[in-house]
């Protein structure tokens, strides 16, 4: 067994473990804990994984896993990649960061990511502004928070992720399903639940 660990995300202090498939390709997620905080890991044979797709793919769902367990109300996600040599290691980080990650669990404490893009078909002709204006605030009074635009193609009307409380889910899915009727010269991307990558801001020590 190897004595490398792959991180996940950072939780409330808690003792699990599932199979699954991982990063790595190891078959087994758990918890390493430090005093009030638990890192969901794997074991991994090396602490610089390569990106690829089915591993990206792979970080994701298992963060959503754990997202859907009820002894858990929230996670703090870690970007691909983050991988210790030993649980010395990372229990260093978690104490280092300690604080950072107490503050950020308690910011998206009960909450999820929803992601929602408006793609205008080639060469339509919308009042872009206002569709945006209007779905923009439909969503927003839905959301504890959004991101800004990310416009990174020219058929992008809206591109916005949400943070959004588990109890609204239901209610922000059927103002998506609305504005997708409304909209209906528009596709409509409604994504999620993710861990809330773009609502937390922790950049932890490379000490690996």
Do not use: C
């Amino acid at each position: 067994m190897s004595s490398n660990r792959y991180v996940y995300g950072v939780v409330e202090k808690n003792e699990f473990e599932f199979d699954t498939e991982t990063v790595g390709d190891a078959d087994r997620v758990y918890t390493v804990t430090y005093r009030s905080l638990s890192a969901v890991v794997s074991d991994i044979d090396t602490t610089d994984p390569e990106r690829t797709d089915e591993d990206s793919k792979t970080h994701d769902e298992v963060l959503r896993d754990v997202l859907e367990r009820d002894d858990v109300d929230a996670v703090v996600p870690m970007q691909f990649g983050m991988a210790f040599k030993d649980n010395r290691s990372l229990k260093s980080v978690l104490r280092g960061a300690r604080r950072a990650f107490r503050k950020a669990l308690n910011e998206v404490d009960g909450h999820v990511e929803l992601g929602v893009k408006l793609v205008a078909g080639e060469g339509d002709e919308l009042p872009r502004d206002e569709i945006r204006e209007d779905v923009g605030e439909r969503l927003a009074a839905v959301a504890e928070s959004e991101t800004e635009d990310d416009l990174f193609s020219d058929r992008l009307v809206l591109n916005r992720s949400y943070l959004v409380a588990t109890e609204d889910r239901e209610t922000f899915a059927a103002e998506v399903g609305e504005i997708r009727d409304e909209y209906g010269e528009l596709t409509v991307q409604f994504t999620g639940p993710w861990a809330p990558y773009n609502f937390v801001d922790i950049h932890v020590g490379a000490q690996r």
